[in-house]
């Protein structure tokens, strides 16, 4: 049940991603936008809308700016966003999912293929990589924030319905089936953890080296795709650099 971390890498993309604030809140306030409108505006009563309530919170989005987006979806206003997954793959042969919320169809698929295309990457047709990933609820417990050993925090992961610990220097990292993610998370915060992360994610069921020389062109892709308006989210299947 335990293993390298995959949390630090997880650390250094978001820290990076920090200077882009504007772009991210922007994204968020898609998704609260089509949560809010395909659920209802009230948390209690859609977990959707909860998911991206929490995850505009982790990335300090003003309530304001959270407020503001499930306002406009209560309001009569036609804007849509349709969802859509783009497959490939990046430089040395490492499987690419990427998510995007759009309201139109053929830019964004321009700007993924542009993205691929310049950067030594592929795209590739409908279900081509998606079988590569499974679903999972993701959930990280920094190790300086509990006093709890691996014992005690894997019984109550076990107890709360988690499926797998993976445990490192840092952190206590839980996987769960998707349909359970909310039960675990609510039962561990409510077992008094504090949850570095936690979210819906997609994890590769095998993992791809990215090769020395082809590191640069990877990270020019994986950039390319993120800093794009209408990407929200950007999966692969690269190894970590410690495996």
């Known amino acids: 049940m335990s293993g390298h971390s995959k949390w630090h890498n997880i650390q250094g993309r978001k820290n990076a991603q920090d200077a882009k604030k504007g772009k991210i809140f922007q994204k968020l306030s898609r998704e609260l936008f089509m949560a809010a409108k395909s659920g209802g505006p009230d948390p209690s009563g859609n977990p959707s809308l909860r998911l991206v ?3 505009a919170r982790a990335a300090n989005m003003p309530k304001s700016n959270i407020e503001r987006a499930i306002k406009k979806a209560e309001g009569n206003s036609d804007e849509h966003y349709d969802e859509i997954t783009y497959e490939g793959y990046a430089p040395g042969g490492v499987a690419v999912l990427v998510e ?3 309201d139109n169809k053929n830019r964004t698929a321009s700007a993924v293929r542009v993205a691929f295309t310049r950067n030594g990457g592929t795209m590739g047709a409908t279900g081509s990589v998606a079988y590569m990933f499974d679903r999972k609820g993701y959930i990280v417990i920094d190790r300086s924030t509990t006093n709890a050993d691996e014992d005690q925090v894997l019984m109550d992961v076990m107890d709360a319905g ?4 993976q ?11 998707p349909k359970a993610f909310t039960g675990v998370r609510d039962a561990l915060e409510k077992a008094g953890y504090k949850l570095a992360d936690a979210e819906l994610t997609m994890v590769p069921q095998n993992t791809t080296a990215v090769p020395a020389e082809k590191k640069e062109q990877f990270e020019r892709l ?12 950007v999966y692969t299947a690269a190894a970590d650099e410690d495996e």
């Open 222 to 233: 994986i950039n390319a795709l993120e800093d794009d308006d209408d990407v929200s989210n």
């Open 53 to 55: 309530m929490d995850k």
């Open 162 to 165: 988690g499926d797998d610990l």
């Open 100 to 102: 995007a919320l759009t």
């Open 167 to 177: 445990a490192s220097d840092d952190a206590f990292e839980i996987y769960t089936d």
